[in-house]
């Protein structure tokens, strides 16, 4: 049961003590004297006790506090039971901890535990692995003291958490390690670090077959569209359904040519990261001379085409990869939309950033089919995009176009009332010419 004390109850024990002291010195004819001896015992057993406390607190390794009698043996049974409880409580939360660090222990990534500074906090066993962190004999360290990529520091100072950073490990180079940061509870981030290697050589010996395939695949097409045209020059003397079928065979041909061609830009620019190669572009003569070859496809469905381009305004990227992303959104738009269609292009600024556009009042996207469109081999209709010669590639190559120059794609669309894609490049990219 709780112990309560009040001022009441001192002052009547007081008061009883007191009042027997002096009957004592009246009986021995020195009360004050003996009244004095009274208070000197009461404060002599409270220092006594204080004593104790005292030396409990700061000397002995004891958990128990010590034995006494009357108040202090009430205030000593309270301090032990505080005392219980707070042990109760700490193995509750050891018990807590060490199932967190079990948990942290047992995910296949590395974990790391930063303050708002990059100072290390914590780390679990994968982060000795992966990035050379070693808790807690590296705490109070900054992250970028011991990573010290080109590529995280670049990361880092960009701020923009919501992309991973992709670098080598600097324990063993053969590992690829995608790094994220995610918020971790009040003033804290959270580094994460996968194992990607085997992802990376997936992807890689993807990119490989599919380059030599269609490097395999180009000598024996071009041998094929050469007897082709070559029956094809002495076209009048064979039958009518001879030269239907030969007819055939060379759209066939053509069709192969062009995916494999596709399939041989995707694997380039899939594989070009070279950040080097990007030089001023003069971004309106190089729509103007798309324009102009948009005007031979656009022969066959007689499109309204309308431009709209900022003269002065320029981009640093690599010639050939914008020229077939510009090229590729045109294109699209020529090929699917209804005869006689309208098709603008805009090349304009957009706040600090500039902007290409491709509209059109076509058939439009379905919003289910929006988000897969850069999807490689990715088609709407399959039907429709077989008579106008897609391959599902176009889209795929303008993404990792945009990729490399820090660019965005924005597709708007509404179902049968046309769509809108835009190439959104960022200030540091934009130039004046």
């Known amino acids: 049961m709780p112990f309560r004390i009040s001022v009441r109850q001192v002052v009547v024990k007081l008061a009883f003590i007191f009042s027997i002291s002096a009957l004592l010195g009246f009986l021995v004819g020195h009360v004050f004297f003996v009244m004095l001896l009274a208070a000197l015992a009461i404060i002599a057993y409270q220092y006594k006790y204080i004593f104790t406390l005292s030396t409990w607190l700061w000397r002995t390794k004891s958990i128990s506090p ?57 780390s679990n066993k994968r982060a000795s692995r992966f990035l050379g962190v070693r808790w807690p004999g590296d705490q109070g360290q900054r992250i970028d003291n011991l990573l010290r990529a080109p590529e995280f520091a670049s990361y880092l100072e960009q701020g923009d958490f919501d992309t991973p950073c992709l670098l080598a490990s ?32 997936v992807e890689e010996m993807r990119r490989d077959f599919v380059a030599n395939v269609s490097h395999e695949l180009k000598t024996p097409l071009t041998v094929m569209r050469g007897y082709v045209e070559m029956i094809q020059a002495d076209g009048d003397s064979l039958a009518p359904h001879w030269q239907q079928a030969i007819d055939v065979i060379e759209g066939q041909v053509s069709r192969m040519d062009r995916l494999v061609e596709q399939l041989l830009v995707l694997s380039r620019v899939e594989v070009n990261t070279e950040n080097e ?37 320029g981009v640093l990227g690599i010639d050939t990869e914008i020229k077939s ?38 058939p439009g996207i379905r919003p289910e089919d929006v988000n897969r469109l850069t ?14 010669g897609g391959s599902g590639l176009g889209l795929a190559i303008v993404k990792h176009v945009l990729h490399h120059h820090n660019a965005e794609l924005v597709i708007s669309s509404r179902w049968q009332q046309g769509s809108e894609f835009s190439i959104v490049f960022e200030e540091s990219s934009v130039i004046s010419v």
């Open 375 to 388: 999807e490689r081999f990715y088609r709407v209709d399959k039907s429709r995009s077989r008579n106008t």
């Open 277 to 313: 190669l990007k030089q001023p572009l003069h971004v309106p003569d190089i729509l103007q001379q798309l324009l102009k070859d948009a005007h031979w496809l656009n022969q066959q469905k007689k499109h309204a085409i309308s431009a709209e381009i900022a003269p002065d305004i």
């Open 325 to 362: 992303a510009f090229a590729n959104l045109l294109s699209n738009a020529i090929a699917y939309t209804q005869e006689g269609g309208e098709i603008r292009v805009s090349w304009r600024r957009y706040g600090s950033k500039v902007k290409f556009s491709v509209q059109d009042n076509g």
């Open 66 to 122: 010590p034995e006494a009698d009357g108040i202090w043996g009430r205030i000593f049974d309270g301090l032990d039971r505080l005392v219980h409880k707070h042990r109760n409580k700490q193995k509750r939360l050891n018990e807590r901890i060490r199932r967190f660090r079990d948990g942290a222990e047992a995910i296949p990534d590395a974990g790391v535990v930063l303050g708002s500074d990059l100072t290390i906090q914590w």
């Open 170 to 201: 600097p324990v063993n180079a053969d590992i690829q390690l995608e790094l994220r940061f995610m918020d971790y509870g009040k003033g804290h981030l959270l580094l994460l670090a996968r194992d990607v290697s085997k992802v990376h050589r």
